[in-house]
């Protein structure tokens, strides 16, 4: 696999697959689904996710095992809260 520096997710479960497909209205249900984050949402992304890790004593990114975000929309644009996290 090519080595790609960005946030991306791989979904391959055939209902997402089928959910998304219908969603979009195209006639094939694809294999699987790749995602890949532009640059300024991983920003954002990571900006919120150390605001979060701050209130709990970490400062640094690596001390954090897992980030779970909710995605709302304000006037059009993606407005990004944790949902869960988990540090080390």
Do not use: H
């Not at 055939?14 to 998304?20: K, L, N, Q, V, Y």
């Not at 920003?43 to 890790?53: G, H, I, P, Q």
């Not at 909710?70 to 540090?87: E, I, L, W």
């Amino acid at each position: 696999m090519i080595d790609v520096n960005r946030v991306y997710w791989v979904d391959d479960r055939p209902e997402s697959a089928s959910g998304i497909a219908e969603l979009l209205k195209i006639g094939v249900i694809p294999s699987m689904m790749v995602c890949f984050m532009p640059q300024q949402i991983e920003k954002d992304l990571l900006k919120v996710e150390m605001d979060y890790a701050k209130k709990y004593g970490v400062t640094k990114e690596e001390n954090i095992t897992n980030t779970q975000f909710a995605v709302s929309f304000r006037n059009g644009k993606p407005v990004f809260s944790v949902k869960s996290q988990t540090r080390k």
